[in-house]
């Protein structure tokens, strides 16, 4: 245990060394500099979206064309159908929008957004990457062993998960837990630096209210983590067992209690859904500050909220057994919850707006995605409300609708917030512009064929299309010409949509190589991050800044210059 | 990123646990709920059963464990006499937390024993929900008792050279209190 | 009188939500899903959800108040961790 949390902070003489060139390997691949590691859970976590967004090409062309020969994977088997389904969930979440938007935007904005110079616990940093790494060692291991990969949905229920004669996948199911296992290892290492350093490391000056709404949604997801994870554990050690040594905690006919798994899960799963919001929350109120040029409308309420919302999440997670049976007093409490919980959400939303109102907007291609994340999570949160009524949900629960939703609200944080996030920091990331208006083509080209995938799933749902199925032509009453055009209307727009992230990756690869140069501030924004050079050198800032006011000073009246710098001392 | 920089100076704040200390506190957080998952899913799935415990299986040894938890408070209340020592006279505290690692010592050597009757008895992994939950939960418990009494030797190690710091020591303290104030709980949801 | 009205029945509404939830039935019988639901352990299901639920929420409640009174004893009056969210500079 002394290893895992070390118990002494780095003293100067024995952190790391700043003053000798670094040889590659110390510094790409073994680096204790927090940038550095905020990159390689950056672009591992890009590597997991190709592939997440794969599996979902694969099989929503088995959906729209049933049993065609998919380019690029082949005839899909109703096993690897669900192998696919089952790991296009728990990569999106596990390995691209943890590890994206709370690992690599936390690891690199934290310390320089609250002005110091790395993690209080670089070397356990360190750690926390390898571990993820090892994890998505070991997810891929599960593709490649007897049996084949895990196809048991994300949700991972027994007792078809728990027994390899309901799974079918003896061992690939088990390194699937592992891997999820060792994800959770890793960001818990990292959550408990992320709050450690927010706590102790700020800068002279730096109080509460002066933190940046991004770092606090950061460390407020770190600790809602923190708290979630551990049942998960439990009962992901239970499953394990219960695969591997024979033990029935989850298998009725022994003693054991399955629906015991789902209140593991979803006691994890549910707070696990606002970890990922709020930091897609806060980086969209940095972005949406600094290109309205006016201060946030409600730093204290949005911080309020905040807490409202962590508090509340943990009191929500029985919704997703409406129909697992629980007693329907609870899930009356439970749905009042639920309703409950999509009042500061709403209001974070209505800040944000009222932010908008009267400043002179600035649409750059960051704000655009900013912009975009509000409305289409609009929806995801508005259709949330249908799901959250026990008695509706009856009618809805594992079909389209449900699916429609979760992407409506998955889709613009992982994703939506991801191109705000890299496109708003990328000049402090790599020193580099990035082309604006391959930007906006992007853009364009990710929205409007965002809403052409997953409207007609929501007709589809309520036509009563259920999740997790191979192929509908077994279905009659889904199987009608309509409902086949608009799962083909679905499917194409994904492929446009899959084309034009080209246009993402061309701009990327390009404005890394060729793009214009970076000032140091080139959106003249206040926080700290912007005050380093772009890109920062290890160590972050020359002298170590102080700081004197509040992240959100734009358009100060009397003010030659329409933002203040944190750190200009006057 | 290449550019080398001179060392800045680090900031002057107070921090209000230090660094050590606070991980271990969130870290602990996180090792509560775990527990608590543990023992939520304990209580549920007891609460299926009809008989408890299950017909056939063996009673889990009660008197003898209690005994066993008192080694372990006591070691707990030798640590926490160790600090006393040690603010006072870091030397000093070399003693008391020897007798910390022994009682905890004790205990996981007392608990390998029990296992073995236990296991004699019928009482396996696999025999009934009631053994694998035995297994599972008590021997977690275990494997942190054994971390930390790793820790704490290592503790002693560097108290004994003269290189043990005042957060450092405070960090595995803390650790060893969670194993030791966890273990009363388990005893009383899991023998009882 | 219509005032005193009004808040008694504001007043009124949250117990009276809790009792009809509370006598609500544990059963509907229309309902597919809800005898299926039908074991013996609801008790502890009902108990451990209260738990869990409120665990969290005291260990985190817990610590931000010893930080409190951690920080007032350091540091003499008021700046800590959430009382240190006190009203931020302001600069003219
Ligand atoms: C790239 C665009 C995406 C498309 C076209 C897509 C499509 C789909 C479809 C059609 C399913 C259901 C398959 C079935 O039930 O048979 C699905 C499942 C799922 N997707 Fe996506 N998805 C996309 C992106 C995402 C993102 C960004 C996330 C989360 C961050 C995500 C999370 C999930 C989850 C959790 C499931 C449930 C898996 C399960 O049933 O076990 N997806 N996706």
Redesign the interface.
């Known amino acids: 245990?002394?290893e895992?949390?070390?118990?002494?902070?780095p003293a100067?003489e024995e952190?790391h060394p700043?003053?000798?060139?670094m040889s590659f390997w110390s510094?790409y691949i073994f680096p204790l500099?927090h940038?550095?590691i905020g990159m390689q859970y950056l672009f591992t976590g890009i590597a997991m979206a190709m592939v997440g967004g794969f599996f979902a090409y694969t099989f929503r062309m088995q959906l729209a064309f049933p049993g065609i020969e998919v380019p690029g994977w082949g005839l899909v088997s109703p096993a690897d159908y669900n192998a696919l389904v089952t790991n296009h969930g728990a990569i999106m979440i596990f390995w691209v929008a943890m590890p994206v938007l709370i690992a690599a935007f936390g690891n690199f904005l934290i310390p320089l957004m609250i002005?110091?110079?790395d993690m209080?616990?670089p070397r356990?940093n360190r750690l926390s990457y390898q571990i993820f790494f090892l994890s998505v060692l070991v997810l891929i291991a599960s593709f490649l062993v007897e049996g084949g990969a895990f196809g048991g949905a994300w949700t991972a229920y027994p007792p078809l998960s728990a027994k390899a004669e309901y799974s079918l996948t003896p061992l690939g199911s088990s390194l699937w837990l592992l891997a999820v296992a060792l994800e959770f290892v890793a960001f818990?290492l990292g959550?408990?630096?992320f709050?450690?350093t927010a706590?102790?490391?700020?800068?002279?000056g730096m109080?509460?209210?002066?933190i940046p709404i991004v770092v606090w949604m950061i460390v407020l997801a770190s600790?809602m983590f923190?708290?979630?994870?551990?049942?998960?554990?439990?009962?992901a050690?239970?499953l394990f067992?219960d695969q591997q040594?024979?033990?029935?905690?989850f298998d009725p006919a022994?003693?054991?209690?399955p629906?015991?798994w789902q209140?593991?899960f979803w006691?994890f799963g549910h707070p696990e859904v606002y970890v990922v919001l709020l930091p897609a929350m806060g980086i969209v109120a940095e972005i949406i500050t600094v290109f309205a040029r006016k201060k946030l409308f409600a730093y204290?309420t949005v911080?309020y909220t905040a807490f409202g919302t962590g508090?509340l999440s943990?009191?929500v997670w029985?919704h997703h057994q409406f129909?697992?049976?629980?007693?329907?007093?609870?899930a009356?409490?439970f749905t009042i919850t639920t309703l409950l919980i999509s009042v500061p959400i709403a209001e974070m939303c209505f800040v944000y707006i009222a932010t908008l109102y009267g400043g002179s907007i600035r649409l750059t291609t960051p704000m655009l995605w900013a912009l975009a994340f509000i409305a289409e999570f609009l929806i995801g949160g508005v259709t949330g409300i249908f799901l959250g009524a026990s008695g509706a949900d009856?009618y809805f629960h594992d079909s389209y609708f449900v699916l429609a939703h979760f992407h409506y609200t998955f889709f613009p944080i992982a994703i939506i917030g991801f191109y705000a996030g890299i496109t708003y920091w990328f000049p402090k990331m790599f020193g580099r512009m990035l082309d604006d208006r391959l930007g906006k083509i992007h853009f364009w080209g990710t929205i409007i064929p965002f809403n052409g995938i997953f409207l007609p799933l929501f007709i589809l749902g309520l036509a009563g299309q259920h999740r997790r199925i191979y192929n509908y032509e077994h279905f009659p009453e889904l199987a009608t010409p309509e409902l086949q055009a608009l799962r083909v209307l679905a499917t194409v727009s994904l492929l446009v949509m899959l084309g034009f992230q080209l246009v993402f990756l061309v701009n990327f690869v390009r404005s890394l190589r060729r793009g214009e140069k970076a000032p140091q501030n080139p959106w003249k924004a206040n926080t700290l991050e912007w005050q380093a050079p772009s890109?920062?050198?290890?160590?972050?800032?020359?002298?170590?800044p102080t700081v004197?006011?509040?992240p959100y000073?734009y358009s100060v009246p009397g003010r030659a210059e329409d933002y203040w710098p944190q750190n200009a001392p006057e | 990123m290449g550019k080398v920089v001179a060392l800045p100076v680090r900031p002057r704040r107070e921090p209000l646990l230090p660094n050590g200390v606070l991980g271990m506190l969130l870290f602990v957080l996180a090792e509560i709920m775990l527990f608590a998952g543990l023992i939520s899913a304990f209580l549920v799935v007891k609460g299926l059963a009809v008989e408890w415990p299950p017909v056939g299986q063996p009673r889990l040894p009660v008197e003898e464990t209690a005994f066993n938890t008192g080694a372990l408070l006591l070691s707990g209340a030798a640590l926490a006499w160790a600090q006393a020592r040690f603010r006072r006279a870091p030397s000093t505290a070399l003693r008391p937390v020897l007798l910390a690692v022994a009682l905890g010592g004790l205990f996981v050597c007392f608990q390998g024993v029990e296992w073995v009757g236990l296991v004699r008895e019928g009482l396996t992994l696999r025999s009934s929900t009631h053994g694998s939950f035995f297994y599972l939960i008590v021997g977690l418990h275990a494997l942190h008792a054994v971390a930390a009494i790793l820790a704490l030797g290592w503790a002693a190690l560097r108290l004994a050279e003269g290189r043990l710091r005042q957060d450092t020591f405070a960090s595995v303290q803390l650790f060893w209190y969670f194993v030791v104030g966890l273990w009363p709980i388990l005893y009383w949801q899991v023998y009882f | 009188m219509g005032a005193v009205r009004r808040r008694l029945r504001t007043r009124l509404a949250g117990p009276l939500l809790a009792a009809a939830v509370l006598v609500a039935p544990g059963r509907a019988l229309a309902c597919a899903v809800c005898a299926a639901g039908e074991t013996n352990n609801r008790a502890e299901f009902i108990l451990t959800t209260a738990f869990m639920t409120a665990l969290p929420l005291l260990l985190v409640g817990g610590v931000v108040l010893y930080l409190r009174a951690r920080a007032r004893r350091v540091h003499g009056a008021p700046p800590s961790p959430t009382s240190a969210l006190e009203e931020p500079r302001r600069v003219a």
């Open positions: 245990m002394a895992t949390v070390p118990s002494h902070p100067p952190g700043h003053h000798e060139e510094k500099d940038k550095m002005g110091c110079d209080v616990f356990i818990l959550g408990i630096n709050i450690t706590m102790n490391s700020r800068a002279p109080k509460m209210y002066d600790i923190m708290l979630s994870v551990g049942p998960l554990v439990a009962g050690v239970m067992f040594l024979g033990t029935g905690f022994r003693g054991g209690d629906v015991l209140h593991l006691f204290k911080l508090i943990f009191t029985a129909v697992a049976g629980i007693d329907p007093r609870m009356h409490i009856i890109p920062p050198p290890h160590g972050n800032f020359a002298t170590l004197y006011r509040g000073e």
